[in-house]
């Protein structure tokens, strides 16, 4: 693992090859929606109230991380399921992997995929916090953080999935039919629920988990669960993330 | 080895687990899924030409023949048969469904295993 490579590797993913620009797109059009979410939020509110019962005002963050919760996992998997199969499909890796080791390359990636999604991420903390401002609410930054950090973590652990299986696949087809499946799979495991350990194998159940500290209102804030969930996710993440790594080293390309 | 014993020793597996869980009660869902991951993972690492659909295929093999046998061997599968009318169709769409869906995770634990530990991807 070498640091110059890996910035060298994320400089590339982010700004100048041909599937930046795409990637860019389909962020643009995350904040975009969750803009659309926000500006009709007062609409779900009334007609959702006894949902939001606890909190004070328009609940922007809690929306927003609603629309993370539900169309992040598909975000990822359209911008991150080709970032290795294609390289791979071309065979362009094998000029790639002669001068910057594979590890690298992994990390690489993958932390340009996180990059990413944080700026996209945080174009809609700030929208909220608009939003907030002009709303006449009070603006509660503690909320917004928590939406942006908890967020951050669960697209993680899908960007480490996704790379993961990228990175097994030997073209793009297998890798969207892949991950498409597995993104099946994780559902399937978090619908078990109840008493069933299969849920605590989904990210999905983390996720949702996390929804309780942006319903509850300040005084009731429970740290410790959210902060175990994050610490969960970011081990799901470490774990995928080092799959990845040994599927890499071990690969014939 | 050929495909058709990986075939056979990935069913036998697949009833093996299915009759340990059912002996110590473990749950159909969590039991089938563990069984399915373990025959998918088997089957990547041993076969070298389309494990998935041999991992599919075996996986669906040993479910089906695991929900027949305790269908027609244990009190609660007579039971089922016995009621008829409204109970059948009801297991019946029951027990395709967790094959398939089981068959699917076999077919992905084949996946992984066969990229990363076949020597022959």
């Known amino acids: 693992m070498n640091f110059l490579e890996i910035r060298t590797i994320l400089e590339d993913e982010l700004f ?30 009334t007609l959702y109230s006894f949902f939001f019962l606890k909190f004070e005002g328009v609940p ?42 594979r590890s690298s390359f992994i990390l690489g990636k993958g932390v340009s995929l996180f990059l990413g999604f944080t700026i996209v991420l945080s174009g809609i ?8 401002y002009f ?10 953080f928590f939406f942006w950090l908890g967020s951050l973590f669960y697209l993680g652990s899908f960007i ?25 799979i994780l559902i399937y495991f978090y619908l078990q629920g109840g008493e069933s350990l299969l849920k605590y194998l989904s990210p999905y159940s983390y996720g949702i988990d996390n929804l309780k500290i942006l319903k509850e209102s300040q005084i009731k804030t429970e ?6 969930n994050l610490f969960f996710l970011f081990l799901y993440t470490l774990s995928f993330l080092s799959l990845s790594l040994f599927a890499m080293k071990r690969r014939d390309l | 080895m050929k495909t058709r014993n990986i075939l056979l020793i990935g069913v036998g597996i697949g009833l093996g687990l299915f009759g340990l869980f059912e002996f110590f009660s473990v749950s159909f869902t969590e039991g089938g899924i563990l069984g399915a991951i373990l025959i998918g993972l088997f089957i990547g690492k041993t076969i070298d030409k389309h ?29 089922v048969l016995q009621e008829g009318d409204i109970l059948l169709p009801f297991f019946l769409g029951y027990v395709l469904l967790r ?11 084949a996946f992984v295993s066969f990229n990363i530990l076949n020597k022959q991807s």
């Open chain 1, 16 to 45: 100048q090859s041909s599937k930046s620009r795409y990637s860019w797109f389909f962020g643009g059009i995350f904040i975009f929606l969750s803009l659309i979410a926000i500006k009709y939020g007062t609409k779900i509110y």
């Open chain 1, 60 to 101: 922007y963050s809690l929306i927003s991380y609603l629309l993370v919760l539900a169309l992040g996992p598909f975000f990822v998997l359209i911008i991150a399921f080709d970032s290795i199969s294609s390289e791979i499909e071309t065979g362009s890796i094998r000029y790639i992997i002669s001068k910057v080791q």
């Open chain 1, 125 to 132: 903390a700030f929208i909220c916090l608009i939003y907030q």
């Open chain 1, 135 to 144: 709303a006449d609410n009070a603006i509660q930054f503690e909320k917004i």
């Open chain 1, 160 to 184: 480490s999935i996704f790379l993961f299986i990228s990175t097994l696949s030997a073209n793009n087809k297998i890798s969207f039919v892949m991950s498409l499946v597995f993104l099946g």
């Open chain 1, 223 to 228: 740290f410790t669960g959210f902060f175990k």
């Open chain 2, 51 to 79: 494990p998935l659909r041999y991992a599919f295929f075996s996986v669906c093999v040993s479910h089906l023949l695991a929900f027949t046998l305790l269908f027609l061997f244990t009190e609660d599968g007579k039971l």
């Open chain 2, 99 to 109: 094959t398939l869906i089981n068959s699917i995770i076999g077919t992905f634990g």
